[in-house]
């Protein structure tokens, strides 16, 4: 076994882990589950079947990824942050067939008890505030507040608010790292740097 599992930890038959990752106490990672390589599973964690979890992604305690559900690379998912896989779910009426896909792009944060509403895409570096509701698609690098969620500004790779309007144009630096992002309308892209 290339990576660490604790004891305490079910990992079903099937299920695929990355190099490095760590599998935490409590935790369930169903047989069709792709998880990459240095990944962290907290305390607590169930990955469902028809899951695919990037490299490098650390989900916090107590959070449920369930089917249909991607996280590209770099994602992190706070401590008891929900998704969901069904629009409309009734106990009395099997849904299944209707699961919906998401897709959290590369590098976004989730933040801690957050709900992600399925059927919609979060951008590359997203930032979802602790207790926001998504329940519609969200730009990359977007900061998002709320129930429901409202977009209130954009956010550096570093994790950092960057000075700008939310749309138009401008450009702001990022203080930590000196990456400069252009904003034009109501998209947000990094330059590409200097060299």
Excluded at 74 to 86: E, I, K, L
Aim: proline fraction near 4%; aromatic fraction near 8%; charge should be negative.
């Amino acid at each position: 076994m290339d990576h660490y599992q604790h004891p305490s930890a079910i990992v079903d038959e099937g299920a695929v882990i990355g190099e490095g990752s760590r599998v935490w106490h409590f935790t369930h990672v169903c047989g069709g589950a792709r998880v990459g390589k240095g990944v962290s599973l907290g305390q607590n964690v169930f990955v469902g079947n028809k899951v695919v979890i990037g490299d490098r992604c650390k989900v916090q305690n107590n959070v449920s990824v369930y089917d249909n559900v991607t996280l590209e690379e770099g994602v992190f998912c706070g401590p008891s942050m929900v998704f969901t896989n069904v629009y409309n779910p009734r106990a009395l009426v099997e849904r299944k067939n209707e699961y919906r896909d998401t897709l959290v792009r590369r590098g976004a944060t989730l933040g801690a008890n957050c709900t992600i509403v399925c059927g919609i895409t979060i951008g590359e570096f997203a930032f979802i505030g602790a207790g926001a509701v998504i329940t519609e698609d969200v730009p990359a690098y977007a900061l998002m507040v709320g129930v429901p969620a409202r977009h209130i500004g954009w956010m550096s790779e570093f994790g950092e608010r960057l000075n700008l309007p939310l749309e138009g144009e401008g450009e702001a630096v990022c203080v930590h790292t000196g990456a400069r992002y252009v904003l034009k309308g109501n998209a947000l892209h990094q330059l590409e740097p200097v060299t």
